[in-house]
Nanobody
Framework: QAQLAESGGGLVQAGGSLRLSCAASGRSFRSYGMGWFRQGPGKEREFVAAISWNIGTTYYADSVKGRFTISRNNAKNTLYLQMNSLKPEDTAVYYC?????????????????WGQGTQVTVSS
């Protein structure tokens, strides 16, 4: 069983950057495909980025491609999301999620474990 805890959210001006972290408990972090999702006010949870468990293949939503970078450090059991050139429409609660032996799923239903989320607010 995995437990996930996000950190790094906050308030930033448009054009700024933030780096989110997701710390995972347990010894099998490297066996999980990992994803970032977000949920804005009045919106459904949407896919942001994912990274596979095996060779680290990455996937991005079109809305963040070229601005966000997902990465993982298996030695530290930590997932990251570097967010650059932030826009007000990026404002949301950001969640990390774990998918056992996942290769980069886009659908929330594919993920087994979720963190509590961290708020990102981008002011114009």
């Amino acid at each position: 069983q995995a437990q996930l805890a996000e950190s790094g959210g906050g308030l930033v001006q448009a054009g700024g950057s933030l780096r989110l972290s997701c710390a995972a408990s347990g010894r099998s972090f490297r066996s999980y495909g990992m994803g970032w999702f977000r949920q804005g006010p009045g919106k459904e949870r949407e896919f942001v980025a994912a990274i596979s468990w095996n060779i680290g293949t990455t996937y991005y939503a079109d809305s963040v491609k070229g601005r966000f970078t997902i990465s993982r450090n298996n030695a530290k059991n930590t997932l990251y999301l570097q967010m650059n050139s932030l826009k007000p429409e990026d404002t949301a609660v950001y969640y990390c999620a774990a998918d056992y032996l996942g290769v980069g799923a886009l659908a929330p239903v594919e993920y087994d474990y979720w963190g509590q989320g961290t708020q990102v607010t981008v002011s114009s």
